[in-house]
């Protein structure tokens, strides 16, 4: 009896000394969200017992409950375990309005000094466990004293595949009337700003898919229009992702992510080969590569996601060594594509090396990560889009001033052309009524010589008819001339004054 006693002295010696060393949180410390990230006892199994206040959980391991390891290089934890927290509070929160708020990726039971506050999904065998991702609206309760306080969560994961991602379990609380305050207007706005950033890129593959179907030459149109498809899918299941409280979703979700990704990764590279690229043997390999990363995601989720990473991270490095690469060729193009690929690429290798140095996922609640992540999310939207409308609006110039150019060319020539066909032409109708007057000339020539053989009338029949008929007289006369002293005469005329004289005669003969 007396061991009894001494015992029961011990432990509550040792309860009142471990309530002491527990932190006392105030009104303050929940007003902005308390996360209890850290002192968790860890314990796997299910044994119904762990949820009571004074169980004894000294042996218990310290985990990092959302990804429920204990070091980095320790397996995530597969199954049902408990996890416990101690904590106390001061008056200014007792009868309080609290609302608990839970992010996992299974199913949860949350039990306050042994009793049930709240479950979160279903707890049981794989046909039974009803995975649940986050509360639609966050669970209201009040604390009604200031002692040591236990959290005890029976929590069940069983269901998430390996590699996966993390599959434990984040839990905070918050005072009830700050947190609708600003959780409402702040969803409401990340809603409207996920919703007008897919509209927006979706308006903007349209349109590019648009020229690439109307001009079929320009690959930069398509492989820039899928570039924006594929930021405005992963947006929109960012939006989904938000919005989800079911497990499956989530999960098909983060589906959704791997192949947003693939296609953001093929884009990047179709893209910059089809600008930069001398040859394009780099690019079908990519391509294949490409069709094949959602077989082997399909066949084992961690390899494909692992394969995927890398295969964007390569078509990152390959597209800022070749825009270098143009730059230093003097292309015009790389230098007005390039500094807003330059820097957009410089933020994914921020975020990738990010990712690889904090093993997949990235703290934004502290560090320069929370500080920064806003300014390179927004440099990543938009570096990439305001490059490519500036190189085609150059392009678009640089076209219409060489077709401004030529146009004006083919008007001179065209000019040149009409006058010399001006001139031809007047140079032909001046022949044409030069040679009209020599032939007139050598007709009047041929009429004269054909009256000087026949008479008029006869003339005129054969030049109408092309021939004469003959025609009978009763009585004719014939009649002789002969000049006298022809001899002489024609010895003293010359040549043209004796044709002169005897055409005169004879014209009076035939008269």
Avoid at 152 to 168: E, M, T, W
Avoid at 340 to 357: A, D, K, P
Avoid at 400 to 417: T, Y
Wanted: glycine share 8%; charged share 20%.
């Amino acid at each position: 009896m007396l061991k009894c006693l001494l015992l029961l002295l011990l432990a509550g010696q040792w309860s009142y000394a471990q309530q002491d060393s527990l932190t006392v949180q105030t009104v303050d410390s929940f007003r902005s969200g308390y996360y209890f990230n850290g002192q968790w006892k860890f314990k796997p199994g299910d044994n119904p017992h762990y949820k009571q206040p004074g169980w004894p959980d000294t042996d218990w391991v310290s985990i990092n409950t959302k990804t429920l390891r204990r070091t980095a290089t320790d397996t995530a934890y597969r199954g049902i375990a408990w996890l416990r927290y101690q904590f106390r509070v001061d008056t200014t929160l007792l009868y309080r309005p609290l609302s608990m708020e839970i992010r996992q990726r299974g199913a949860s039971e949350v039990y306050l000094d042994g009793t049930l506050l709240c479950t979160l999904g279903k707890v049981g065998t794989q046909d039974q466990a009803d995975y649940q991702t986050s509360f639609v609206i966050p669970y209201l309760f009040s604390l009604k004293d200031t002692g040591g306080h236990t959290l005890a969560v029976r929590y069940d994961n069983s269901l998430v595949p390996k590699g996966q991602g993390n599959s434990g379990i984040l839990l905070g609380i918050h005072e009830a009337n700050s947190y609708y305050s600003y959780y409402f207007p702040d969803r409401e706005e990340m809603i409207t700003i996920l919703m007008f950033i897919t509209g927006v890129f979706v308006a903007l593959s349209f349109m590019h898919m648009l020229l690439f179907i109307f001009y079929r030459k320009a690959l930069y149109n398509l492989f820039f229009g899928l570039y924006n498809a594929a930021i405005a899918f992963l947006t929109y299941t960012a939006f989904v992702m938000s919005n989800s409280h079911d497990f499956v979703e989530s999960r098909n979700a983060m589906n959704w992510w791997f192949y947003g990704f693939l296609v953001f990764g093929l884009s990047i590279t179709g893209f910059v080969n089809d600008l930069f690229g001398k040859r394009k043997t780099r690019f079908y390999i990519l391509l294949a590569l490409a069709l094949l990363l959602p077989l082997v995601y399909i066949l084992n989720t961690q390899a494909g996601a692992l394969a995927l990473a890398a295969y964007v991270l390569f078509v990152v490095a390959e597209g800022f060594i070749m825009i270098i690469r143009a730059m230093f060729r003097k292309e015009r193009a790389a230098f007005i594509v390039g500094g807003g690929i330059l820097l957009f690429f410089c933020v994914v290798i921020i975020l990738i090396i990010g990712l690889i140095v904090n093993d997949g996922q990235l703290d934004t609640s502290t560090g320069w990560v929370g500080e920064s992540l806003g300014i390179m999310l927004l440099i990543l939207l938009v570096s990439f889009p305001i490059s490519i409308s500036a190189y085609l609006a150059w392009q678009f110039s640089s076209t219409s001033n060489r077709l401004k150019k030529q146009l004006a060319e083919v008007e001179r020539l065209s000019g040149e052309k009409q006058r010399m066909l001006e001139g031809q032409n007047e140079q032909l109708e001046f022949q044409v009524v030069e040679r009209t007057k020599e032939l007139q000339q050598e007709k009047q020539k041929s009429d004269n010589l054909l009256l000087n053989i026949l008479p008029q009338e006869v003339a005129e029949e054969l030049k109408e008819k092309g021939a004469s008929k003959a025609q009978y007289y009763d009585e004719v006369s014939v009649l002789f001339t002969d000049f006298v002293n022809f001899t002489g005469i024609a010895e003293q005329l010359g040549v043209d004054e004796l044709l002169e004289e005897l055409n005169i005669n004879f014209t009076a003969f035939d008269q």
